[in-house]
C-alpha cells in the first residue's frame, strides 16, 4: 500500500495535493483509493475500489472541497489482510471520545489477532475484516490520553511491520514500526506546511522538499500551536527495511533510507551477473521491474543490453491481478517478444519469481520468437516463506520456490539454465541492515498469531 499526509498552516487544496500524490504512489496498490479532508471542524472521505484515476472522478473531487481544508489523509491499497472489498478500503475512519480520527495504513499487525480479541471483549465492534481497524481502536480507547500520546501507547503495543498516517480533525501524526519494515519519508512544502509519504516520488509534483525519512520507531506530527514538526522516539530502533522495496516494489526514481533505489536494482544485477554468469549474446530485462537489475547484469558482464520484450505501457501491473486465470492473460497482453531475441543466446533478467506464471510465459514467448536458448537470472534469492508485513501474503500460499527445488523451478519454466541472486548478494548490492525473511523465514518483526480473515464478517 501507499499512504500520504498534508499538513498546510494556511488553507489549501488539500485534496488536489493528495490526489496528485496518490497518483505517484499508484504503483504500490492498485485495488482501491481513498482521500480524507478536514478544515479543523468538518471532515470529508472519498474511498473506492480502482485505480486513483478511476476512483477520484471531478465529482469526488468536487465533493472533497472544503473551503478550509488545512490536512489530510490519503491511500492507495493492495490487498493483504482482508480481501479485496470494497469496506476495507482505506483511510478507515472512526468516532471516538476524541472525535473523528483517520488512518492509512502500510504493512501488517502480526498481533492483531490477540488484540481483536482483548477489544472485543471489552465491547469493541468492528467493520472491517483487515488489521488497521485494530489500531484505530487501540488508539480510540485511549480517550483520557493525548492523541499523540494515545498513538504512542498503542505504537508499543503492536508488533509487525507498519508505516501510517493519522490525523482527527486538527492534528496529524505518521509513524514506523521500530525496524522500519516499511519506508516512509517526510516533506516541507512551499507554505512551511508537512507532507508525510511512503515514498518520496511524491514530492516533486506537490512541490515539497524532501526533509528525511521518518526513523524506525519514530512518531512524527505536525503541532498545531506551532506549525512545527515535532518528533518522539517511541520504540527502540532496529532498521531492517523490507529487501523487496528495493528489489521490486519502491519506484526505482526513489531513494528510501538513503538507499537510492535504481542505482540498488543496477548492483542487485551486477552481483547477479558475477555470482551466475552465462555465455549469451543478450541481456533482456522483464519490464519494467527487471530493467534495473537487467543493466547492471549487461554491465558487469559485458553482454549487450537489448529490449527483447515490448511491454504494452497500458496493461498495469500484472501481479495485482486477484486470480491465476487473469494473471496468465494479463502477461500476454502485457509482453510481446521483439526481434532483439532472434537466434540469439539471452539471459533473461528478472526481479523475482513467486509463482512461476510470468517467467515460464515469457521463456516461451521468447524461444517462439526464434531466441536459441533462454537463460533466465533472478535478482533475488527463492521466495520460500510468506511475508507477514505488507507484501500479497495470499500470494505467498502458491510460492513455487515454497515447495520446488531451483531445478525444478527451471524445468518448469522451460529455461535452458535458471539462477538466483545469493541472500549475502542482496545484502551487497542494498547496502543496508533489510529484512529477508521471504527467503530465509528469520522474521526480524515478529510472526502473526493466527489468521486475522479467519474473524472476518
Ligand atoms: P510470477 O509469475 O513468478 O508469480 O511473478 C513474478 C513477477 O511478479 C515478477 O516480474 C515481479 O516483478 C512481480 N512481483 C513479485 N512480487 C510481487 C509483489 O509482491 N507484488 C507485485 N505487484 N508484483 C510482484
Ligand atoms: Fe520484505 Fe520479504 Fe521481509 Fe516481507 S518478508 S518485509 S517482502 S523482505
Ligand atoms: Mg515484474
Redesign the pocket.
Known sequence: CGVLGVWSPEPVDVAGLLHLGLFALQHRGQEAAGIVVSDGKEVRLEKDLGLVSQVFTPERLAKLQLEGARLGIGHVRYSTTGSNLRFNAQPLTVRSSKGILAIAHNGNFVNALEIRQRLLSEGAVFQTTGDTEVMINLIARYSQLSLVEATARAMRELKGGFSITLMNRQTLLAFRDANGVRPLVIGRLENGGYVFASEPVVFPLIGAQFVRDVRPGELVWVSTETGELESRQVLEPAPTPCA?EWI??ARSDATLDGIDVHAARIRLGEELAREAPVEADVVVP?PD??IGAAIGYSRASGIPFDYGLYKNPYAG????QPTQEARALKVKLKLAATSAVRGKRVVLV??????????GRIVRMLKEAGAREVHVRISSPPIRYPCYYG??TA?RKQL?AATHSVEEIRAYIGADSLAFLSEPGVKRAIGGPVCLACFNGLYPAGQPDGELEKLAL
Open positions: 523487496f521490486y516494489f522483464v521491474s527487471g501491473r500484472t501481479f495485482i528478472d526481479d523475482s519469481i513467486v509463482r512461476g506464471t510470468t517467467s507484501i500479497d500470494a513455487i
